[in-house]
């Protein structure tokens, strides 16, 4: 339909033009035979049929692909089940006093273990389920093999175990001595009295994320202020401040040293109590202001500069200087729970936060 339209469109410009050729020798006014509203058509018809193309070219374009995952997992899958039935792989396994844990599904793959004598895991096998990759990690690192014609996956991972086995094993016994050092580190009594000090508190269990084992320092209200971290990769020990999101992890080797200075200068404030303190800071900077200064005179109120407190909140109250004797009219309140600023009454209901405060909708209560 669309090529019909689209030589129709032609035939009529062809005609039109030859048409006024003849009026234009005659002497006469020429006119437009081309139908602006059919060329319009004939526009949107080519936008629509763009539409369905690509619409047509993401549809197959995906068809294809999950066709392609789906084989690439099947091979894969394949790969993972032949460590268990390769003789050869089997014979180097137990030769080196190695074990092969079963193969175990979750949302985001198929993946296994390979275990030494003392259950040290010396490589995990992950198939993903996203790309089709069989992803094999070690302690420091990982690779997604490159298996040759001329070779199986299994064959592949055995040379690859009989190459790397003993560097692997190295690493492990690093990284313990390394975690162990971290553990002991903390545990200094000089480290455990200054964490104490400023109300800090350890982790000894990391988050392991990225090839690194993150040991996390937190202030009284469980907020992480700094890291402890421990690279896998070239097992360095490095001091990260949390908040200073310009301060890049710097490498330490001892930390017994280095901790009691990098906790001297971290921030270990939790967050609502600096927006405590900066609500206070705020207030203390109006009550000071001049121009504040002057409309108090001339209201005849006062509010104390130093507030007076229970548990909960710090009370800036507002007085009435009315013959000599003052009267109670309100109090801005700061919460301590969130350092947001509110408004009271006299006996402390009715709180509004002072942000949202409306002297209209006021007067009409």
Same mark, same amino acid.
């Given at each position: 339909m669309v090529d019909e339209v689209g030589k129709l469109n032609q035939v009529t410009a062809m005609l039109g033009q030859d048409l006024n050729e003849v009026r234009s020798f005659? #002497?006469? &006014?020429?006119k437009r035979y081309f139908d602006d509203d059919l $060329?319009?058509?004939?526009?949107?018809?080519?936008?629509?049929?763009?539409?369905?193309?690509?619409?047509?070219? =993401?549809?197959?374009?995906?068809?294809? $692909?999950?066709?392609?995952?789906?084989?690439k997992l099947n091979v894969g899958l394949n790969d993972l089940n032949t460590l268990f039935s390769n003789e050869s792989f089997k014979n180097y396994l137990n030769s080196a006093g190695l074990t092969i844990s079963s193969i175990s599904e979750s949302a985001n793959d198929w993946h296994l273990s390979i275990i030494d004598?003392?259950? %040290?895991?010396?490589?995990?096998?992950y198939l993903d389920k996203t790309t +089709?990759?069989?992803?094999?990690q070690n302690v420091s690192g990982k690779m997604i093999p490159e298996v040759l014609e001329s070779e199986t996956f299994a064959s592949h991972l055995e040379s690859y175990l009989k190459q790397n086995l003993d560097t692997i094993s190295s690493s492990i016994k690093q990284l313990t001595n390394k975690k162990n050092y971290i553990l002991e580190s903390f545990n200094n009594e000089s480290i455990r009295q200054i964490f104490e000090? %400023?109300?800090?508190?350890?982790?000894?269990? &990391?988050?392991? @994320?990225?090839?690194?084992?993150?040991? $996390?320092?937190?202030?009284e209200s469980k907020e992480v202020v700094a890291e402890v971290i421990l690279d896998k990769k070239d097992f360095s020990i490095q001091l990260k401040?949390? %908040?200073?999101? +310009?301060?890049?992890?710097? @490498?330490?080797?001892?930390? #017994?040293?280095?901790?009691?200075?990098f906790v001297e200068s971290l921030d270990t404030i939790p967050e609502v109590q600096k927006k405590v303190i900066e609500a206070k800071a705020k207030l203390s900077a109006t009550l000071d202001d001049k121009g504040f200064k002057v409309l108090l005179e001339k209201l005849n109120l006062s509010i104390p500069r130093d507030?007076?407190?229970?548990?909960?909140?710090?009370?800036?109250?507002?007085?009435?200087?009315?013959?000599? =004797?003052?009267?109670?009219l309100g109090s801005i309140v700061v919460e301590k729970a969130t350092g947001i600023v509110n408004i009271v009454d006299p006996n402390g209901t009715n709180t509004t936060?002072?942000?949202?405060?409306?002297?209209?909708? @006021?007067? =009409?209560?």
């Open positions: 005659l #002497v006469m &006014p020429t $060329e319009d058509a004939s526009q949107d018809s080519d936008s629509n049929q763009d539409a369905l193309q690509l619409a047509l070219f =993401k549809y197959v374009s995906h068809l294809g $692909e999950q066709e392609n995952l789906h084989q004598g003392e259950n %040290r895991t010396i490589l995990y096998i +089709g990759d069989i992803n094999v000090s %400023r109300k800090l508190s350890a982790s000894t269990s &990391p988050i392991d @994320k990225d090839f690194k084992l993150f040991y $996390e320092i937190k202030n401040d949390y %908040r200073d999101s +310009g301060n890049v992890a710097v @490498k330490v080797t001892d930390l #017994v040293s280095a901790i009691p200075p507030p007076r407190e229970d548990e909960y909140r710090y009370y800036y109250d507002i007085y009435a200087v009315i013959t000599g =004797k003052t009267k109670l936060n002072i942000l949202f405060f409306d002297p209209g909708l @006021k007067k =009409k209560l």
